[in-house]
């Protein structure tokens, strides 16, 4: 899934927020995971806030 379930300003919190959400994701046969927001800056990728939780597939 590309979109965030929610967003969160800091790594912590958003780590909190998918750790509440991780059992009952398993059992539907997704992982969460967290990740900041990317930006660009010539040749190099930058990882800012907020950070997001997103839902993966576990068989991916």
């Not at 929610?6 to 780590?15: I, V």
């Not at 997704?30 to 010539?42: I, L, Q, T």
């Amino acid at each position: 899934m590309s979109d965030a379930l929610l967003w969160r300003d800091t790594k912590s919190e958003a780590d909190r927020e998918a750790d509440k959400l991780r059992p009952a994701a398993r059992r539907r046969g997704f992982d969460v995971v967290v990740r900041g927001s990317r930006r660009r800056y010539g040749n190099r990728v930058y990882t800012d806030p907020p950070y997001g939780v997103f839902l993966e597939p576990i068989n991916s």
